[in-house]
């Protein structure tokens, strides 16, 4: 029997191809903040606090997820509607080509 011939990527091939995770995270001593982690784990701890990845789902387009937060406690409705504001100006060049702007840039375009 022949041995195959296959190319095992080396380490560094492996590492570039882990799962990068656009997000934020947020804990009531430091606030609200944008990361990009790598894997998409569904808990992580931030000084000694385990947080829970929780799913931010925009009414505008139903059962999309628009972000992703990680948090102790469930987000606030405040902190999600912020979320949802922050993920549409985040990711609106990836997930919505040719979308309109929302309020807050075209009253700023107007000016």
Same mark, same amino acid.
């Given at each position: 029997?022949?041995? $195959?011939?296959?190319?095992?990527?080396?380490?560094?091939?492996?590492?570039?191809?882990?799962?990068?995770?656009?997000?934020?995270?947020?804990?009531?001593?430091?606030?609200?903040?944008?990361?990009?982690?790598?894997?998409?784990? *569904?808990?992580? &701890?931030? !000084?000694?606090?385990?947080?829970?990845?929780?799913?931010?789902?925009?009414?505008?387009?139903?059962? *999309?997820?628009?972000?992703?937060?990680?948090?102790? #406690?469930? /987000?606030?409705? !405040?902190?999600?509607?912020?979320?949802?504001?922050? &993920?549409? #100006?985040?990711?609106?060049?990836?997930?919505? $080509?040719?979308?309109? /702007?929302? /309020?807050? *840039?075209?009253?700023?375009?107007?000016?």
């Amino acid at each position: 029997m022949a041995a $195959p011939n296959l190319a095992l990527p080396d380490a560094d091939a492996r590492q570039s191809r882990r799962l990068l995770s656009e997000c934020w995270i947020y804990t009531s001593q430091r606030g609200l903040r944008e990361v990009t982690l790598f894997g998409n784990g *569904s808990t992580i &701890a931030i !000084d000694g606090q385990k947080l829970r990845r929780w799913c931010i789902v925009d009414s505008t387009y139903p059962d *999309s997820t628009v972000g992703l937060v990680y948090s102790a #406690e469930m /987000p606030s409705a !405040d902190l999600r509607d912020r979320l949802t504001q922050l &993920a549409r #100006e985040r990711f609106k060049p990836a997930l919505w $080509p040719g979308a309109s /702007p929302g /309020p807050e *840039s075209a009253s700023a375009e107007q000016s």
